[in-house]
């Protein structure tokens, strides 16, 4: 039957993936995970070569995209928006932890917009470093995620869920600023800066 609805449909070739238990295990996630701000997995099929995931279609970019945008053009992202935004991230992060489940790559680029409208619903993606099946006794010893959003409990090598909550204060930080909050020439400074807590704060002249 017909329903007339829009999916989206990623085409994943498989050679490409380096490791088969760990995109099982994201695949798992995203058919466990029923959240308005979380993308929605509908289904997965397979050939010889590809699966292909059927998901979810948005059509508004990337958060990521939304912050620089305006950074751009110096304009700020209105305080009523930023509250919007970032009830949805916790909300959508609240609802992933009490599942047992830890993104671990959170960032503007892994939150995606519905529709392109200033109070689109937003929607997490990209549980490709997620882990699921945790408690509140058990303690990650993987240093993943990206250099800007990563938390210094991670880069000393044993860190739980609240690595999520530290990436999405980042990024608080990042929409009312247009910047990041920690900052070096490479990756060895950025992280000497994170785990320092040496706080960039941009000058107020920035979007005048």
């Known amino acids: 039957m017909e329903t007339k609805e829009y999916k989206a449909c990623k085409k994943l070739s498989k050679r490409k993936i380096s490791n088969n238990d760990k995109f099982k295990e994201e695949i798992n996630i995203l058919?466990?995970?029923?959240?308005?701000?979380?993308?929605?997995l509908h289904e997965v099929f397979e050939d010889k070569n590809d699966y292909y995931l059927i998901m979810e279609e948005c059509l508004g970019g990337s958060l990521f995209d939304r912050i620089f945008t305006k950074l751009s053009g110096k304009k700020q992202i209105s305080e009523k928006n930023i509250a919007l935004i970032f009830k949805q991230i916790i909300d959508a992060l609240n609802h992933c932890h009490s599942q047992g489940i830890c993104h671990r790559d959170?960032?503007?680029?892994?939150?995606?917009?519905?529709?392109?409208?200033?109070?689109?619903?937003?929607?997490?993606?990209?549980?490709?470093?997620?882990?699921?099946?945790?408690?509140?006794?058990?303690?990650?010893?993987?240093?993943?995620?990206?250099?800007?959003?990563?938390?210094?409990?991670?880069?000393?090598?044993?860190?739980?869920?609240?690595?999520?909550?530290?990436s999405a204060g980042v990024i608080l930080y990042n929409l009312f600023s247009g910047t990041h909050p920690f900052n070096g020439k490479n990756e060895k400074e950025i992280f000497a800066s994170i785990q320092a807590k040496k706080v960039y704060f941009p000058s107020e002249s920035k979007f005048n």
């Open 31 to 40: 058919k466990s995970i029923d959240h308005p701000n979380i993308i929605k």
């Open 106 to 166: 959170l960032k503007p680029e892994n939150i995606l917009f519905l529709n392109k409208s200033d109070n689109s619903p937003l929607k997490l993606i990209d549980f490709g470093l997620g882990v699921s099946n945790l408690n509140e006794n058990v303690k990650l010893i993987q240093k993943v995620g990206s250099p800007h959003y990563v938390a210094p409990e991670v880069l000393n090598g044993e860190y739980d869920f609240k690595c999520d909550i530290w």
